[in-house]
């Protein structure tokens, strides 16, 4: 049987390719399992660095933003700036063999920095409840722990259905949400906020507006009759103090159902504006506000109500 020299070189060239993409095959799986196994990981926004600590990474996290204040053992992490403005040096300074950021440019542009110069980064977009999950999933994968994401995500998904179950037969309250009080600015429609309100068993007071969180007047407020006010607290400290003032605040508008029925509160701010793991407390503390009959004081209490 004779074989012609033209099939000998075709396939020593086809084993060739093969050969170099097993190779090329094993040596992407090696990168991946490395970069999975990140040993020292650098947090840009108090989100990501409640994500990372819920995921058990505690001891691998060495540096988090200068607002990251949840869990409190994020205190004890070095500073690498504030949200809004992430000090690239301090960083470098941190040896971070992960940088997790968020989407938008003051932090985007620090990531792709960090790149160009050898640093490996993971940037999410997390706007919603959605990008919240598939963020979550992400930076499992990214970090070894995607079995632990699974967890999470679970376990925040049946907290929904055990407020959802509870607001079954509700009617939704129309809810102001305040982000701002002098001048006057509220969350609209096309905000996680919206999403927030919704799952608590609510419905967002402001119609659909041009701006996320638009500005309004006395006219504006007055026609679209709140029954509930909700604002977030303007600044750490004594909740009651806050709550006071803006019921002090508030007064001035007695024809509007919310202020007239007393349904003023100001919530701790980072419980219920921020998309991270606590997004299922954030929920269950609005929705009893909504319906306080059926939710217990406690939102971590899930045994009453």
């Known amino acids: 049987m004779k074989i012609s020299l033209k099939w000998i070189s075709a396939s020593v060239a086809t084993l060739v390719w093969v050969g ?39 001891n691998k996290i060495t540096a988090v933003s200068s607002d990251s204040d949840y869990p409190p053992e994020a205190a004890a992490k070095v500073k690498l700036g504030k949200f809004w403005q992430p000090n690239l ?78 607001l079954s037969s509700t009617k939704p309250y129309k809810v102001l949400w305040v982000v701002q009080t002098e001048p006057l600015r509220v969350a609209g429609r096309d905000t996680f906020i919206n999403e927030l309100i919704e799952l608590a068993g609510g419905e967002n007071a402001i119609g659909p507006t041009i701006h996320k969180y638009p500005p309004i007047g006395a006219e504006q407020l007055i026609a679209c ?11 750490s400290g004594d909740l009651a103090k806050q709550q006071q003032a803006a019921e002090e605040f508030w007064s001035r508008w ?9 349904r003023i509160y ?25 319906h306080p009959e059926l939710f217990p004081t406690d939102p971590n209490d899930r045994q009453q109500g």
Do not use: H
Not at 23 to 41: F, H, Y
């Open 89 to 166: 040096e301090a960083v470098i300074a941190a040896r971070p063999d992960l940088v997790v950021t968020l989407w938008f440019e003051q932090q985007s542009s620090v990531a792709r920095r960090l790149e160009r110069i050898g640093y490996r980064s993971l940037t999410l977009k997390i706007e919603d409840v959605s990008e919240l999950f598939a963020a979550i999933e992400k930076i499992g994968e990214a970090t070894g722990r995607k079995e632990e994401s699974v967890k999470l995500l679970g376990s925040i998904q049946q907290q929904f259905a055990d407020i959802q179950s509870r």
């Open 254 to 262: 007695k024809n509007v159902p919310a202020v007239n029925n007393k």
């Open 20 to 58: 170099l993409g097993i190779l090329l095959a094993t040596q992407e799986a090696g990168n991946m399992s490395a970069q999975a196994d990140a040993k020292r990981i650098a947090s840009l926004a108090p989100n990501l660095t409640e994500i990372l600590f819920a995921l058990g990474l505690e």
């Open 225 to 235: 009759g709140p029954e509930v006010i909700i604002q977030p607290a303007m600044q």
């Open 266 to 290: 100001v919530l701790q701010a980072d419980t219920v504006s921020r998309l991270g793991p606590r997004l299922a407390e954030g929920v269950w503390m609005v929705a009893r506000c909504l």
